[in-house]
Nanobody, 125 residues
Framework: QVQLVESGGGLVQAGGSLRLSCAVS????????MGWFRQAPEKERECVAA????????YYQDSVKGRFTISRDGAGNTAYLQMNSVKPEDTAVYYC??????????????????WGQGTQVTVSS
C-alpha cells in the first residue's frame, strides 16, 4: 500500500498557473494509475485528470482540456498536475489518488484505493 502527500496548492489570480505535486511512497509507483480529483463546497468529487499506470492513456475533464496537464516522474515517485490559465471555477480542494494496474485511465472515485489529504486551490477573479 502506498501513501500520498500533496503539495503546491494556494491562492492564485485568474489566468495564472499553479503546479500540484503528489509524492508517492513505496517502490512500485510504476504499477499505479494516478488521478487528480477536486471537490468544491456542496459539490461531488470529480476527476479532472487521470493517467494509466504504464500504457500512457490519459483523461481530462472537458472543462480543463488544454489548460491542465497530468504527468508523472517515475524516478522521483511523484505525480503532477500543471494548472494553467486558471479560472475562479477551478477553486476547490484537490486530491491525488492511486490505484493498482488497469489498462486505461481511471476516472471514478470508486476506482481508487488510496487518497492524499487534499490541498486547497483558490482562484481569485
Amino acid at each position: 500500500q502506498v501513501q500520498l502527500v500533496e503539495s503546491g496548492g494556494g491562492l492564485v489570480q485568474a489566468g495564472g498557473s499553479l503546479r500540484l505535486s503528489c509524492a508517492v511512497s513505496g517502490r512500485t509507483f510504476s504499477r499505479y494509475a494516478m488521478g487528480w480529483f477536486r471537490q468544491a463546497p456542496e459539490k461531488e468529487r470529480e476527476c479532472v485528470a487521470a493517467m494509466s499506470a504504464s500504457t500512457g492513456f490519459t483523461y481530462y475533464q472537458d472543462s480543463v482540456k488544454g489548460r491542465f496537464t497530468i504527468s508523472r516522474d517515475g524516478a522521483g515517485n511523484t505525480a503532477y498536475l500543471q494548472m494553467n490559465s486558471v479560472k475562479p471555477e477551478d477553486t476547490a480542494v484537490y486530491y491525488c489518488a492511486a490505484a493498482i494496474g488497469g489498462y486505461f485511465a481511471k476516472v471514478s472515485p470508486s476506482d481508487y484505493t488510496t487518497w492524499g489529504q487534499g490541498t486547497q486551490v483558490t482562484v481569485s477573479s
